[in-house]
């Protein structure tokens, strides 16, 4: 974890050393001595502020991302840094919150990032829609899919583990990955992050 904040550092360390995660974690005040840490080995997963120093965030992420294995990188700001982390999902990143996201949320967040998918946080998806706009994949009609897909790919919008839809729908994991397959074909999407957009765009998760 990198921040300069220890308060928030040691909330942080607290959410991820409980239960469900049990994280053993390292914490860094600056991104340089982060990445010391980071290349040493044995890291599954780096936190870090969007507006970290020395090593800028991007460039941390980038660095993981090219390690082997790589190590995903989930970037953290504060309320007015949303267009920030935003611009971000245009890189290497894996997953953008603010620091005031709710705490499911997020530990789902860190669920999916470790499962090799994106995550945005549900406060940055109406950002992330005004900036890119309206697209054909917006104006796409939900009748492509199937009415099962169509709740999945809602839930895939409220930002719904694999194991908490897969519960819910009383399906196997493998039966989620399957619709969730059918869904991605269906619509040309190409990651769980443009699920979220796509689910966002069509209403699906609206109040």
């Known amino acids: 974890?990198?921040?300069?904040?220890?308060?928030?550092?040691?909330?942080?360390?607290?959410?991820?050393?409980?239960?469900?995660?049990?994280?053993?974690?390292?914490?860094?005040?600056?991104?340089?001595?982060?990445?010391?840490?980071?290349?040493?080995?044995?890291?599954?997963?780096?936190?870090?502020?969007?507006?970290?120093?020395?090593?800028?965030?991007?460039?941390?992420?980038?660095?993981?991302?090219?390690?082997?294995?790589?190590?995903?990188?989930?970037?953290?700001?504060e309320r007015?840094?949303?267009?920030?982390?935003?611009?971000?999902?245009?890189?290497?990143?894996?997953?953008?919150?603010?620091?005031?996201?709710?705490?499911?949320?997020?530990l789902v967040g860190v669920e999916t990032v470790l499962s090799g998918h994106r995550a945005v946080g549900s406060n940055l998806m109406a950002v992330v829609l005004e900036t890119l706009g309206d697209t054909e994949r917006a104006r796409r009609p939900p009748h492509r899919l199937s009415a099962t897909e169509v709740e999945i790919l809602t839930m895939i919008g409220q930002a719904k583990s694999i194991p908490v839809i897969a519960s819910t729908r009383g399906i196997s994991h493998k039966t989620v990955r399957n619709h969730l397959a059918n869904i991605y074909r269906k619509m040309e999407l190409r990651s769980r992050t443009e699920a979220m957009l796509c689910a966002a765009r069509l209403g699906l998760t609206a109040n």
Do not use: W, Y
């Open 1 to 77: 974890m990198i921040d300069h904040q220890p308060l928030f550092l040691a909330a942080l360390e607290s959410l991820l050393t409980a239960p469900p995660v049990r994280a053993r974690v390292h914490i860094a005040a600056d991104a340089a001595t982060g990445m010391e840490i980071a290349l040493r080995g044995q890291v599954n997963l780096v936190f870090c502020e969007v507006r970290s120093e020395p090593l800028p965030a991007l460039e941390l992420a980038a660095r993981l991302a090219g390690l082997t294995p790589p190590v995903p990188v989930i970037l953290l700001g």
């Open 80 to 106: 007015g840094d949303e267009r920030l982390l935003i611009s971000a999902l245009h890189t290497n990143v894996a997953g953008v919150f603010t620091k005031d996201a709710a705490l499911d949320e997020f």
